[in-house]
């Protein structure tokens, strides 16, 4: 059972920069693909953006491309979301989520889900 634990949100002012990481305790995420979600209060889950588990392809939303880079680091069991320029409306909690037979699909497709991390952009 794969078991994703997200880290990095925080409190950042406008224009400022955070890098989230989403690791798994035990087996390996290699073969996964690997997606960012969002969600605020009453509303619905967002894809932000998505990586394959060969690490060739990789989607952005349109609201986050440019400041939004996705990475991962295999040797570290590790996926980074880079988040730069934010903006008071990136705030949300942030899940990263695994799907193994399929790509960036939406959130009813994924088969592993993070605990989340706040992300706030305030002054």
């Known amino acids: 059972q794969l078991q994703l634990v997200e880290s990095g949100g925080g409190l950042v002012q406008p224009g400022g920069s955070l890098r989230l990481s989403c690791t798994s305790s035990?087996?390996?995420?290699?073969?996964?693909?690997i997606g960012w979600f969002r969600q605020v209060p009453g509303k619905e889950r967002e894809k932000v953006s998505c990586?394959?588990?060969?690490?060739?392809?990789?989607e952005y939303a349109d609201s986050v491309k440019g400041r939004f880079t996705i990475s991962r680091d295999n040797a570290k069991n590790t996926v980074y979301l880079q988040m730069n320029s934010l903006k008071p409306e990136d705030t949300a909690v942030y899940y990263c989520?695994?799907?193994?037979?399929?790509?960036?699909?939406?959130?009813?497709?994924?088969?592993?889900w993070g605990q989340g991390t706040q992300v706030t952009v305030s002054s």
């Open positions: 035990g087996e390996t995420l290699d073969y996964y693909a």
């Open positions: 990586i394959s588990s060969s690490d060739i392809r990789t």
């Open positions: 989520a695994a799907e193994l037979y399929y790509y960036c699909s939406g959130p009813e497709r994924q088969e592993f």
